[in-house]
Every structure is written in C-alpha cells, then in structure tokens.
C-alpha cells in the first residue's frame, strides 16, 4: 500500500507564503493523478489542484493564479507552492493519488493564515 506523507504546514500571515509537500513511498505519479484537497471546519472537503500523468494543471478560480501544483518524480514528492494567502485558505491541506477507482489519502497538513 503506498503511503503519502504531507508536511509543511504552518501559520502565516496574510499575503505570505507556503510550500506543502507530499512524499509518496514509492513511486506512483507515472500510474497516479496527484491532487491537493482541503477542508476547513464545518465544510466539506474540496479541490484545490491537481496535476495528471501528462503533467496537465488544473485548479479553481478561488485559488488560481495563487497555487501553483508540481511533482518531482526522483523523489517521489508532490508540492503545492501557495502565494498571497488569504485568511479563507486556512483549512486542513490533504494529498490525494486517484488512479481509476483506488483513492489514496494522506493524514493532512494544517494552514492558518491569520494576523
């Protein structure tokens, strides 16, 4: 079973920065759609990025051109680089492998933007 491991999380003002990242235990991103998620208290999880096997971007207008999603294959790492953040990004950040009907989670980083 591949395990995924989130980290980087943190507390930031707003406007600033974080990178997460998400480190596969073996290589997957050649089999797996990779994806960043997030779900703040009282919602329901929702799509922040994904990345396909192609390479091929796609994100929603509440965070794009803001987040920018990418993957190192020789370390098996997913990021999510986030910019200009806002206090409506804090939520609990999740990585996500989808490969047809096989959903792999990790356990979540938490990000709190606030003054």
């Known amino acids: 079973q591949v395990q995924l491991v989130e980290s980087g999380g943190g507390l930031v003002q707003p406007g600033g920065s974080l990178r997460l990242s998400c480190a596969a235990s073996?290589?997957?991103?050649?089999?797996?759609?990779m994806g960043w998620y997030r779900q703040a208290p009282g919602e329901q999880r929702e799509l922040v990025a994904t990345?396909?096997?192609?390479?091929?971007?796609n994100y929603p207008e509440s965070v794009k051109g803001r987040f920018t999603i990418s993957s190192d294959n020789a370390k098996n790492t997913l990021y999510l680089q986030m910019n200009s953040l806002k206090p409506g990004d804090t939520a609990v950040y999740y990585c996500?492998?989808?490969?047809?009907?096989?959903?792999?989670w990790g356990q979540g980083t938490q990000v709190t933007v606030s003054s």
């Open positions: 990345i396909t096997r192609g390479g091929r971007t």
């Open positions: 073996r290589s997957i991103f050649n089999l797996y759609a």
């Open positions: 996500n492998a989808d490969r047809g009907g096989i959903s792999l």
